[in-house]
Nanobody, 119 residues
């Protein structure tokens, strides 16, 4: 059982910055992948960025060069630094955790945090 709690969402102006946090608790395995996904109203949930326990990152093309995903293992916390925000970034952002052991999979989602980019 893993619990994820996001924070840091809010209203920002175009071109502004915001940092999202995701605090994880519960049984955290040694090997895992964590990431951020977002879902705008009326649209599907899409991948934003992921990071593995080994530090390998992956980004959606739409956010490359603007967003940075990172983690603080000591605090069990995932971050998403968002710069040069655009109105198209408006969405609910969700934290995700996934791991596997001997073929057994676990996947968990946070409750989501709203990001609105508007003047």
């Amino acid at each position: 059982q893993v619990q994820l709690v996001e924070s840091g969402g809010g209203l920002v102006q175009p071109g502004g910055s915001l940092r999202l946090s995701c605090a994880a608790s519960g049984i955290i395995f040694t090997i895992y992948t964590m990431g951020w996904y977002r879902q705008a109203i009326g649209k599907q949930r899409d991948l934003v960025a992921t990071i593995t326990s080994g530090g390998t990152t992956n980004y959606a093309d739409s956010v490359k060069g603007r967003f940075t995903v990172s983690r603080d293992a000591a605090k069990n916390t995932l971050y998403l630094q968002m710069n040069s925000l655009e109105p198209e970034d408006t969405a609910v952002y969700y934290c995700n955790y996934r791991d596997q052991l001997f073929g057994r999979e676990r996947a968990y989602w946070g409750q989501g945090t709203q990001v609105i980019v508007s003047s």
